[in-house]
Structures are given as C-alpha cells and as structure tokens.
C-alpha cells in the first residue's frame, strides 16, 4: 500500500526527470502488485517513450508521445490488440485528406501520431492524458493542416477506456479536404474470431489471411472477395466484404468481437452521435474481418464526394469527436466458449451501451471544448403534416425524424459534417424534446416517414448553455399539386420495398440468408438485372404491377460483353380515363441513391425525342457497390403538359442513361403521378 501512496503522488516527477534507475524499481513495484490489484487503485506509469493507464481491472500502453495504443492487458490476456500487422497496428486515431480541389474521397492516410504529451488530470477517480499534434508551415503538404488532440480517460473501476479528439483549425491554415476521421483498433488475430454488430447480424468471421490470394479471390472491387481456399473450411465459397456489416448512425451504437479462448469481449460503444455527420440514417463501417474494431467520425461511405468535407484557406474550424467508450467483459469459466456465452457477452454490452447512453452527456471529459449537462440546452415542439390531398386538417407527425444541424437548404444536414447534429422520432402525436444540444446556431429539419420530401424550419434557433426552447406548433407541407393518379413504392428515403433477388448461389454470405431484412446486402445482386431480364428492360403496369415484386430495387446497365454495359429504360404504363385540358401533370420521383447517373425521363412517343427530364450527373454515394439499400436522397419534380398525355394508354419512360459501369444506377424511393392542381382547374 505504501508502495502505491509512493507512486503516485511520486511518479510524474520521477519520470519527467527520467531516472532509469528508479523506472526500474517502481515498474517491478507495480508488477508485483499485479496479483493483487483488485484495490481498483488508479495508476499512472510514465517511461520514456511509453505511457501505461491501470486501474486494476484493465491496463493500458501508450507510445510518447505518439499517443500510439499498443497493448490492451485484460482478464490474464497480455494484450487483447495484434501489434504484427503489415500496415496497420494497435489502436489509433487516423484520417485521409486530400488537397484543396482535388476530386474522389480518397487521398493520403494519415496516422495522427502527437508530438507533446500531458497528464490533464490525476485523481483518485480519473486520469485523462493527452496526446497533441499541432500543424505548422512545414509540415505542408506532409499532413492534414489541422491540429489534433488525442485524449484518453480511465476511471476507477471502469472495466475499459474512453477515447475523444479535438480537431482544430485556425486562421492560419490552408485549405483542405478531409475524407475520414475514425479511431481503429487492431485486434488480436489468433484470439478475436467472432463479431457482433447488432442481434441478427452476428458470426464466427474468416481471418485476414483467407482474403488473399490464393485463399481469396478478389471480386468486382478490392473490398469485396471470394473465400476459394479458407484455412477454416466452414467459410469456404462464402463472399467477405465489410460493407455487408454497415449500419444506419441511429443504430451505430455497440459493436466488437469476442475472444473465444478465454471469453472475452471488446466493444466499441458510441452513446451519441452528435458528433457523426450526415444525420440519423448516413451508413458506416463497424466492425470486420482483420479483426477490426471501428468508431467512424467523418467518412464518405454511402455519400461519396457530397461528403467530403472541405476547408477554405484560414477557415477556422472546432470539433470534438467522440468520447467513444471501449467496454470489455469476460466470462471467468475455463471451457471452451459456447453459443450461450457469446450471446450473455453481446447482451451485457448492450446493458452497457444504455448505461453510456444514459450517462450522456459525460461529466468527466477534462477538455472545456465538451459541454457538460448544464452547458446545453433543448429544443422541442410539436410537427404536424399537412397535405389536403389526404386530409383537410394537420396530422400530427409520428415518428418524424426531427433534427438540429448547421443552418442550411432543405435536407442539406445529409451532407452536412462540420458541425453538430441531433436527432430525435417525434412520438404518437408528433411530439419532440431534443435535449441536451451544444450552444449554437441550427435549423430544425425533418422527414416524415410516409411523406416525401424534407422540412426545414426557416427560424435559425440560436441554443444558449441551459436554455430551453419551445417552437410551438410547426407544419411541413410536404410536395403536392394535385391528387395521386397512382404510385409506386413507399416514401422512407428507402429502396428495401421493392423486388430484391436471391443472391447468385456462387456469391453469398451465409449469415445473411436467413435474414430477410437484411437480403439486399448480398454480394452481386446488380447482376441479377440481367438474368432477370435478358431482352427486354422492366415494365411496370399500373394497376396489375405489384412493387414489391415487379419493381427492382436498382435501375443497374445490363451487361452485353466484357467491360460492356447498356443503358436501361424502364417503362410505367398506366390508362387515362380523361385528361385535364388545362394545369400541369406532375410526376415526382424520389431517390434512395445515385452513383455517376443521369436520370432521364420521357412521356409517350415511344420513349423517343428529347428528354422532357434530366437529372443531369448526379450521385456518387456508392450504394449498389456497397450492399446498401439507400444512400443520399434526392427528388425530382417534372411537370407534364397536358397535351402530352392521352386518353388511353399512357407510358413513362425512365432512363439511366449512363453505361460506364455495372455499378452505377440509381434506387427508387417513390414515385407518384399528380393531376394538376384543383385551384389551377377552378381558375381556368
Ligand atoms: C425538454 O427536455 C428538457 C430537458 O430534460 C426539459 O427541461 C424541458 O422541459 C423539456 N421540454 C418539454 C416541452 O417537455
Ligand atoms: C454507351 O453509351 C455511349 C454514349 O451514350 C454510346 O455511344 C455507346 O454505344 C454505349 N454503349 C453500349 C454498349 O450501349
């Protein structure tokens, strides 16, 4: 007991001085009291070049000043993280960025590693560290124009650790353009063999080895490969593919692996997402086959370069990513870990992940940059819908998806990554209480599942440390000229209600098979267009058509030779009984995803002549690529004249007509036929 007293009030300016004789014998006083460390004591060890956190249950290595985690000793396992990886090792901070103007969300990797290090706070409770790295002219060209500063927290009796950043830009800095921001952990190869990213998607994985040649066959994109010869059999002939282990920012909350030898688990838990860009259903990684284990603050996936965010030349920028918490938990038994065990390791992290939540926002952060509970505020208020096609009065909006981001355009916050976001589902009668909400300048936007298009309160809401805002009564007026002649799918920004093949039996992975909801993340499926329909492109006939067979989920080329593909058109047909002489026909149509596309629409004629639409290029969210069912939204309004449509039989023509790749096209989310407007009748 002494022994501790002595370390750490003695400690820090023991080693700041660095005398190697007494690192000598305060490190072999501390493994001696290894044994017995279930005191909870907090400690602090510095060496040199090392760094190491211990509070009895979990020990932590650090490189000095890099700020480089490099060991994870817990539950009688050195070190739970692989330290001999080719590239990437240990747990660590990294982004990608690229050049002011330069085009892609790829550019250079960019392992932060500090150059200062401090203690920012030692107590009885808690020990936070910091690990920094400023920017300066010479480091131009070399890395990001940003200063960085890596903190990482312990505290007593917490069985793991706390990791956030503080990105900062000042007038000095030149432009830029980050590409993605995350903390990775590379976990122990031999020890980590099974993944859980939520209930039902849950596996022994592959190991990194069965991904390459001559194991893994490499498929239509690196990411994506054929298990040929895997050293576990069980997998072979299976796809890996991380993307096929995404999900929505909402539900991004716990997720890691399990050791199964002793039973062990690590997870990555995120309690908020305020600081995660692109609002509540942007998708991102989690966890994959290496193992890694990752916590994603900025990246492109299913946004593509709509995402990237870019800095002008001295643009001052501030934003605190995370705390994110690594939780880890074990099983004491010695018998080789079963079913049971896994599932009682996922469920306690679970229970955990809602105690982090509930615990948000966190009082212990040290930095002032992360507002504690008294230093926000709230918003709420009730949205209601109003659409006279459907109802003469408002309806109350339930289960709306309610947001504070920047101020900007309708639906900007999908794109939006530099500031904060937060989101809430209003209730039964459209109620909403966005709580705790750092100072600052928003808009409030919305979406209303069932209704197309975004709201946007035009009111910037100005949030103030402890105050509380009521916006009263707000109404969004969704898009609407006239009644509904007919339409197609399910406005939910979502492509999951339409026709998703099987899989090509040669391409599959076997977890998703038994999971319906979870079909369209299968590799290859894109090509099933083709075995589908090999002669003639999609017809859809209103009235008969059913969508959610006869509509495909994506508007994909078909291929007609190697590296050969074709544009597609898809018709609508639908009967008139009568056609308005006077007003104007609108045609919405409402994306789920586009990548490098050009959507065009004709009305009639044979689908010939000039577009009466074009999208012009649009999209490069990635989402067929990606296993996703929808990327970034978008909607078209086109207005038809009346003299185009005839009594009769009437068909729309829509045409993908980019044909570079077989993974570019575009998802439907909805789409719907107006007659033209009652007043515009009443009038003429
Ligand atoms: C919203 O929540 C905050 C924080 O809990 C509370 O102070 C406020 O009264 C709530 N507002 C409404 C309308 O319920
Ligand atoms: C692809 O599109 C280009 C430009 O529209 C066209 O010239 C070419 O014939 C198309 N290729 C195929 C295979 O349809």
């Not at 004591?41 to 490099?70: A, M, Y």
Request: aromatic residues 12%.
């Amino acid at each position: 007991m002494l022994c501790i007293l002595f370390l750490t009030t003695y400690f820090v300016g023991c080693f700041v001085k660095q005398r190697p004789s007494a690192l000598y014998v305060i490190t072999f006083c501390l493994l001696s009291l290894e044994k017995s460390s279930g005191n909870g004591l907090l400690q602090l060890q510095l060496q040199r070049d090392h760094v190491v956190l211990d509070n009895g249950l979990v020990q932590l290595t650090f490189t000095k000043p890099g700020g480089h985690l490099i060991g994870i000793r817990y539950n009688g396992l050195d070190n739970l993280l692989e330290l001999h990886n080719p590239e990437l090792n240990g747990g660590f901070w990294d982004l990608n960025w690229s050049e002011a103007g330069s085009s892609g969300t790829r550019g250079k990797f960019d392992v932060v590693n500090g150059t200062e290090f401090q203690v920012v706070v030692q107590n009885e409770e808690q020990i936070e560290i910091s690990f920094t790295r400023k920017w300066d002219r010479s480091l131009l060209g070399q890395h990001a124009p940003l200063s960085i500063d890596k903190r990482f927290i312990m505290l007593r009796g917490s069985s793991g650790f706390y990791s956030y950043a503080i990105y900062q830009r000042d007038e000095s800095m030149p432009a830029f353009q980050l590409n993605e921001a995350r903390i990775a952990f590379m976990l122990n190869i031999e020890k980590f063999v099974y993944m859980a990213m939520s209930d039902d998607r849950q596996r022994r994985m592959p190991r990194p080895e069965d991904r390459l040649p001559p194991r893994g066959r490499e498929l239509a994109f690196p990411e994506a490969v054929l298990l040929v010869d895997p050293i576990e059999p069980e997998f072979k002939g299976e796809v890996d593919d991380k993307y096929q282990y995404s999900c929505e920012n909402k539900d991004n909350k716990v997720h890691g692996f399990i050791c199964i030898d002793p039973t062990i688990g690590l997870w990555q838990i995120s309690p908020s997402n305020e600081f995660r860009t692109g609002g509540p259903i942007k998708q991102d990684l989690t966890s994959h086959v290496n193992p890694t284990t990752l916590a994603m603050f900025v990246s492109t996936h299913y946004g593509g370069e709509d995402m990237v965010v870019k800095f002008g030349e001295g643009e001052k920028w501030k934003k605190v990513f995370g705390p994110v918490f690594i939780y880890l938990n074990s099983l004491s038994h010695h018998h080789n870990t079963n079913d049971s065990d896994t599932a009682f390791l996922w469920a306690d992290a679970k229970d955990q992940m809602k105690k982090e939540v509930e615990k948000w926002p966190y009082s212990f952060p040290a930095s002032e940059d992360f507002p504690h509970v008294d230093q926000r505020g709230s918003v709420s208020g009730r949205l209601f819908v109003q659409d006279r096609y459907i109802s003469e009065g408002k309806i109350a909006a339930k289960g709306a998806f309610v947001g504070l981001a920047a101020p900007g355009k309708d639906g900007s916050f999908q794109n939006e990554s530099k500031g904060y976001q937060f989101w809430v589902n209003a209730d039964e009668d459209g109620y909403f209480n966005i709580t705790n909400i750092r100072p600052g300048d928003y808009n409030i936007y919305a979406w209303v599942p069932g209704f197309i298009g975004d709201f946007r309160c035009d009111k910037d809401i100005v949030v103030a440390a402890g105050s509380s805002i009521n916006v009263g009564d707000v109404v969004y007026m969704p898009p609407r000229n006239g009644a509904t002649l007919w339409e197609i799918g399910v406005p939910d920004r979502s492509a999951a209600e339409f026709y998703v093949p099987d899989p090509d039996p040669m391409y599959i992975n076997k977890l998703l098979i038994n999971l319906p909801s979870h079909r369209f993340r299968q590799y290859g499926l894109w090509a099933r267009y083709a075995d589908l329909y090999p002669n003639q492109d999609l017809v859809y006939t209103v009235g008969t058509s059913d969508y959610n067979k006869d509509w495909f989920y994506a508007q994909v080329t078909r291929k007609v030779g190697e590296g050969a593909y074709k544009a597609t058109t898809w018709q609508i047909k639908f009967k008139m009984d009568t056609v308005e002489e006077s007003g104007k026909y609108t045609l919405r149509i409402a994306l789920a995803s586009a990548t490098f596309s050009i959507l065009e629409v004709r009305v009639n004629n044979n689908g010939l002549g000039e577009a009466l639409f074009s999208s012009g290029l649009i999209g490069s969210d990635n989402t067929i690529t990606r296993h996703g069912i929808h990327g970034l939204y978008w909607i078209f309004n086109v207005e038809i004249e009346t003299c185009v449509l005839i009594k009769g039989d009437n068909t729309i023509y829509l045409t993908q007509a980019r044909n570079l790749s077989a993974l570019h096209g575009v998802m439907y989310d909805y789409i719907r036929l107006e007659a033209p407007s009652l007043t515009s009748i009443t009038l003429a």
